[in-house]
């Protein structure tokens, strides 16, 4: 089981820029303006960050997918 791919949900709510996301795993997330996941990262070497990222997601956009099936925090 590995996290392969990262990504914003918004379907239903807006990233908030809090940027907790990026305090818990910057080698994953920025917060420029709103969360972006950055490119070219090895999400399986930091899926217990990716974890706490989404499930400390205030408005819980941040979605993630484990060996193709997607999952959502909250
Ligand atoms: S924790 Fe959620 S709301 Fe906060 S910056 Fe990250 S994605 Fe946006």
Same mark, same amino acid.
């Given at each position: 089981m590995a996290i392969t791919k990262v990504w914003l949900?918004? !379907?239903?709510?807006?990233? !908030?820029?809090?940027g907790a996301c990026e305090a818990v795993c910057d080698a994953v997330f920025e917060v420029p303006e709103k969360a972006v996941v950055k490119e070219g990262v090895d999400f399986a070497a930091y899926e217990a960050e990716i974890k706490e990222a989404a499930d400390g997601c205030p408005v819980a956009v941040i979605a993630y997918a484990v060996d193709g099936a997607s999952a959502r925090a909250n």
């Open positions: 949900d918004e !379907s239903e709510n807006e990233c !908030s820029m809090c």
